[in-house]
């Protein structure tokens, strides 16, 4: 496994991956604790953090990054499921319900959108209760509405000059 991290008006942004894909997001250092077998290595993780950074700096809306999330099939399912939700969109529980033809599992998708392990790039800030109600996530509401500006075009949450080189 290999890490890297971003410093970003949303926080310290760190980033796990292997050779599979992207593991893991955490957003904040109190999410993050590498295991000793992980290695920090900007090298691997260049594309994943390019990628990050151009999103945040409103310069990217698709991601072309290998994912590797790791949860049960019908969390995966509902993750991918996300990742289809075009950019500065916004779904519904039940339209996702919908969509992987589980009509009632709307509580369910709920659940799994907030242990989703790869926040921003499976963009769970897409996703909204009924009546066009925002939901909170394990990141906050704050959070979700930074994004939401951002792929409305009223944001940028990145600078360049924000990205501390390797210790």
């Known amino acids: 496994?290999?890490?890297?991290?971003?410093?970003?008006?949303?926080?310290?942004?760190?980033?796990l991956a292997d050779n599979q894909g992207l593991?893991?997001?955490t957003v904040g250092s109190?999410?993050?604790?590498?295991d000793s077998s992980w290695e920090h290595n900007p090298e691997f993780m260049q594309e994943f953090t390019s990628q990050l950074q151009e999103y945040l700096q409103g310069q990217r809306k698709t991601f072309t990054l290998p994912l590797a999330p790791q949860g049960t099939p019908?969390?995966?399912?509902?993750?991918?499921?996300?990742?289809?939700?075009?950019?500065?969109?916004?779904?519904?529980?039940q339209q996702i319900a919908n969509k992987i033809q589980q009509p009632t599992a709307v509580q369910?998708?709920?659940?799994?959108?907030?242990?989703?392990?790869i926040p921003i790039?499976?963009?769970c800030h897409r996703v909204q209760g009924d009546n066009n109600?925002?939901?909170?996530?394990?990141?906050?509401q704050d959070m979700i509405l930074q994004l939401l500006a951002l792929e409305s075009g009223k944001l940028t949450l990145f600078q360049p000059?924000?990205?501390?080189?390797p210790k």
């Open 108 to 117: 369910a998708i709920g659940m799994a959108r907030n242990v989703n392990p």
């Open 161 to 165: 000059s924000q990205r501390q080189p």
């Open 1 to 15: 496994m290999y890490y890297d991290h971003l410093d970003t008006v949303l926080g310290k942004i760190y980033l």
């Open 23 to 25: 593991r893991q997001l």
């Open 121 to 123: 790039i499976i963009p």
């Open 30 to 34: 109190g999410g993050f604790c590498p």
């Open 74 to 93: 019908f969390q995966q399912q509902v993750w991918q499921t996300i990742t289809e939700i075009p950019f500065g969109s916004r779904f519904s529980y």
């Open 133 to 140: 109600r925002q939901t909170s996530c394990r990141y906050g």
